[in-house]
């Protein structure tokens, strides 16, 4: 849980003075809520904050999808699988059958993580198939490409 949401979640609880046992969010008779007000007040919150595009997408459509947006979150900003995994409650092999597909935007840089100690001294580099970077080939004197 990030800490400033749990450090709110700490400042409510003491406020209203909850102990162990007690709901957060009771429902009208003390009971749970009923499935449809939290989808209800989910679908407001929703439509409060996300563009027109991203509401009728399925992003957040259920609050369970928002694990799948942490997770893949998390693997897009090059945390490492196996604490993704750890964190998520999930083995390594499971995770990225899940999310292998989902992880995006870091090949430029880890191209250039793997291409960098291998950079010769004073040679730019340009780049090559597939948008890698590497050091331009020398062409054979004579020969058109």
């Known amino acids: 849980m990030h800490p400033a949401l749990a450090s709110i979640l700490h400042t409510l609880v003491v406020q209203d003075q ?3 046992g007690d709901l957060f969010f009771p429902g009208e008779k003390g009971g749970l809520l009923a499935g449809s007000v939290y989808r209800g007040a989910w679908d407001k919150a929703r439509m409060a904050v996300l563009t027109e595009r991203e509401y009728s997408s399925p992003v957040g459509k259920r609050v369970y999808d928002l694990r799948h947006t942490c997770l893949t979150t998390w693997l897009n900003h090059g945390i490492p699988p196996a604490q993704v995994a750890e964190w998520a409650g999930n083995s390594v ?10 992880i995006t935007g870091q090949t430029v840089e880890l191209q250039q ?4 100690p291998q950079k010769l001294p004073g040679v730019p580099l340009a780049p090559g198939p597939g948008g890698s970077l590497s050091p ?10």
């Open 18 to 20: 909850l102990t162990a």
């Open 93 to 102: 092999p499971v995770l990225l059958s899940t999310y292998a597909r989902c």
């Open 113 to 116: 993580r793997i291409e960098g």
């Open 136 to 145: 331009p080939l020398p062409r054979a004197p004579g020969r058109a490409r």
